[in-house]
């Protein structure tokens, strides 16, 4: 394994548990203080999350890899039911807009190249 994706690997990883405390702990209101509304936050905080698991994955689909960021996003939001917040099925739209927005540019340059490679269709 090279070292720089080691180290994105690392980053990625401290991402989640970062991630996971800001939405389990007692941070509601957090994004306001630095200009987000809650559902701009739960967008890019997803989508970012989604762009560092891709670069410390380069080999495995990024489809897959999006559904698990996805599972990891509702599993949260089933997790705030039991910590004293409440679980909106918006955060996790937001959540999942923020990993469409990161997986849509790969999907569709794999379209364009299965275009270009079979014009027939």
Known sequence: MK?????????????????SIILLGPFQGLETKIGLSDKTAHA?????LSLG??????????????????????????????TGRSGSF????ADAAGIVIAVLPAMVERLRYTLNRAPEL
């Open 90 to 93: 918006e955060d996790l739209a």
């Open 53 to 82: 698991l891709f670069a410390s994955f380069p080999r495995t689909r990024r489809t897959d890899l999006a559904l698990g960021v996805l599972g990891f996003a509702a599993a949260t939001e089933i997790a705030q039911t039991f």
């Open 44 to 48: 890019a905080a997803f989508y970012v």
């Open 3 to 19: 070292p720089n994706v080691l180290h994105v690997r690392i980053a990625v990883g401290l991402g989640f548990a970062a991630l």
